[in-house]
């Protein structure tokens, strides 16, 4: 039933009361105020406002072309905002030295090519190198490991990543950003390669690492899994926010029928209440 | 890695799945251990080839150094070729059979086979650099332009009759231009702070092309004699090292290693992608910044005193990489001997292969590296489907 939690509800970084260490991690780890991003003419982005806080797994839904994608990208620093601004942990993100970025907040992108034939080992490895030369360097064997086995390709470890499939590049991917132990988790559709059960591990990784503290924020196309693991949605369309909200406040019928332009039914799951969205068939 | 594979099969406690605690299968964590020793035992495998590759390597070369120093037109026996480099060296040992041997050893031989080791050494460590930080394995540097760069200075100079510098111009000129070239090519071909990397190798072709055509027009305005003396310069030789030229490269050629080394690491992280290397805290532009202008020294340097040499920069970083795998670190080392190797190898063949004659080293390694490349990418792609 969490997934329903309001985000202020619920989340064990509340229940420590008004500690003002933990108080303060309640800020908005990455916040968005009217963020416009326009190439060529196209409007990919026009006055966004988002924010994602620590705890929470915040969702990122919407048609093929809503701007998730994109929104994302500035989100993560890699494209400038046109317009509007992007703080990460409260400020400016293009106040950020890379490398302080890349102790902050970790990506996983669509595209999880490994050019030469390195090693699964070496690419996981690859997510401790914004940690070289800092005493977090001790943690490194554990977090491999740890990430390793959490992804399940630990078995995997001495492969080219070439030679692997395309869902368990994928997985090597998220296990070189889980890897890199950064309080804010950006994932791009990390379940569109893999199987049922990685799925919804992909997921069930998310949800534990924000209820350890941490931000999580995820594109995802299949709106049952946005709607089990999310504790809050923003459905993009046409590079605008139409609803941002809890799942049950997002994902009615009537939004999403005239959103992604076909009929679906909401029903609630029989036994956990969470939203279901089947489309009318 | 051999300790992370070690805690891998310790099987690290998974995530707690607060959300659904009534689950049979709550944790995302693989048990795996059928296939967790024999994961295990697979990393350990290329420590144990790199030991093999790098004493391999370095036994290789100063077994074709101490060739090199035996062979030619007045053959010389290993042990007299020890003698006059204890001699050289200010031990007293007794003067050589044959008094020319100190002679050709330490004005003609030891220079060149010097000449050889640190040109082959930077023209693999510069390929691989390139090959790094476009994440392409067609990177090369004679894709920016530094040869052809270098050639047209070169030609120039010879065409023009520069002698401004003196017996240096042709070298002075060579090195220049190609540094120019390999920067125009760069900057010209970034555009918002960042760098394509098929329109950096449009741009590339393109300005090739305009060197070649400068090149020919220089060839046609020249006369017969220079005509000759360029186009031997582009085939490349290694005849006429001589230790002055050693004391210029060799300082040049250590620096950009050195910065080469510093930078393996991070070299690494481009085979992500440049948002992957972003993620991770790489300044993508700035270091490929870094890289360009140490290639085009690397090559500048080797290219001005020894003409253009093909395929050194392209074939040893790949060969390298078939053995010990793609780390840069361990890559730019095995490359920087390889690269040595196959060059003073190359050079020994061209003066000794016809007697009373001196083959072009870029003919030769042409010869021998089109097919060699031709063959690498044929088994490349059978094995792991390509490149790409």
């Known amino acids: ?281 | 890695m051999s300790r992370v594979s070690d805690l891998v099969t310790d099987a690290v406690t998974p995530p707690s799945s607060p959300a659904s605690p009534s689950r049979a299968e709550p944790s995302p964590a693989a048990p795996a251990s059928p296939a967790a020793p024999a994961a295990a035992s697979a990393p350990r495998r290329r420590p144990t080839r790199a030991a093999i590759l790098f004493a391999g390597l370095a036994v290789t070369l100063v077994g074709v150094m101490l060739l090199a120093a035996c062979s030619g037109q007045l053959p010389i026996s290993p042990g007299e070729v020890w003698n006059s480099l204890l001699r050289g060296l200010g031990v007293d040992v007794p003067a050589a059979a044959v008094p020319t041997t100190d002679a050709a050893l330490w004005s003609i031989r030891f220079p060149r086979i010097m000449m050889a080791v640190v040109i082959g050494a930077a023209l693999a460590a510069a390929g691989t650099l390139m090959q790094a930080v476009f994440a392409n394995p067609l990177a090369e540097p004679g894709v920016v332009g530094v040869s052809s760069g270098a050639a047209l200075g070169a030609a120039a100079s010879i065409v023009f009759g520069w002698a401004f510098l003196g017996e240096w111009t042709i070298a002075v000129a060579a090195f220049a231009a190609g540094l120019v070239t390999t920067l125009f090519v760069y900057l010209s071909s970034r555009s918002g702070g960042k760098t394509e990397v098929v329109t950096l190798v449009l741009t590339g072709i393109a300005v090739n092309a305009f060197a070649g055509a400068a090149l020919a027009l220089l060839m046609f305005l020249g006369d017969a004699g220079s005509r000759e003396q360029i186009v031997f310069w582009q085939l490349g030789s290694l005849n006429g090292s001589r230790w002055q030229q050693f004391a210029v490269v060799a300082p040049l050629v250590v620096a950009g290693l050195v910065v080469a080394f510093l930078l393996a690491r991070t070299l690494d992280l481009f085979s992500l992608g440049e948002r992957g290397a972003r993620h991770l805290g790489v300044n993508v532009e700035g270091v490929r910044i870094v890289v360009v202008v140490v290639v085009a020294v690397l090559v500048c340097a080797a290219v001005a005193f020894a003409g253009i040499i093909a395929f050194v920069g392209l074939v040893v970083p790949h060969l390298m990489r078939m053995i010990i795998g793609p780390v840069h670190r361990g890559l730019l080392a095995a490359s920087v001997l390889g690269g040595a190797v196959l060059l003073l190898a190359a050079d020994l063949v061209a003066r000794t292969a016809v007697p009373m004659a001196d083959l072009p080293i870029g003919l030769l390694t042409s010869l021998i590296g089109g097919p060699f490349f031709f063959w690498l990418l044929r088994r490349t792609r059978r094995r792991a489907g390509g490149w790409a």
Do not use: C
């Not at chain 1, 309080?183 to 990390?190: G, H, M, R, S």
């Open chain 1, 1 to 281: 039933m969490t997934a329903q939690a309001s985000a202020s509800g619920a989340l064990p970084v509340t229940d420590a009361g008004p500690d003002p260490a933990l108080a303060s991690t309640l800020a908005p780890a990455l916040a968005a105020q009217g963020v416009g991003v326009v190439i060529d003419g196209a409007t990919l982005l026009d006055g966004v406002d988002f924010d994602a806080r620590p705890g929470e797994v915040h969702a990122l839904i919407g048609p093929n072309g809503a701007g998730k994608s994109t929104l994302l990208g500035v989100l993560a620093g890699d494209r400038p905002a046109a317009s509007g601004s992007v703080q990460v942990e409260g400020r400016p993100i293009g106040s950020w030295r890379l490398r302080e970025l890349a102790r902050t907040r970790a990506v996983l992108l669509q595209q999880h090519d490994v050019f030469f034939p390195f090693t699964v080992g070496e690419v996981v490895a690859m997510g401790r190198a914004p940690w070289r030369g800092t005493s977090a360097e001790d943690d490194d064997e554990r977090l491999i490991a740890a990430a390793l086995v959490q992804t399940d390709v630990a078995h995997l470890l001495g492969r080219t990543v070439p030679s692997l499939s395309g869902g368990e590049r994928a997985r090597v991917a998220l296990a070189r950003v889980l890897a890199q132990a950064a309080p804010t988790l950006l994932l791009d559709e990390p379940t569109a390669a893999l199987d049922l059960r990685h799925q919804e591990d992909v997921l069930r990784i998310a949800r534990a690492r924000s209820r350890s503290g941490d931000t999580v924020v995820v594109v995802l196309h299949d709106l049952n899994l946005a709607a089990a693991y999310a504790d809050r949605i923003t459905l993009l369309a046409g590079g605008r926010v139409v609803a941002s909200g809890s799942p049950d406040a997002v994902l009615t019928g009537e939004r999403i029928s005239e959103v992604y332009g076909q009929p679906v039914e909401v029903i609630p799951h029989p036994r956990t209440g969470a939203p279901l969205i089947l489309p009318l068939r």
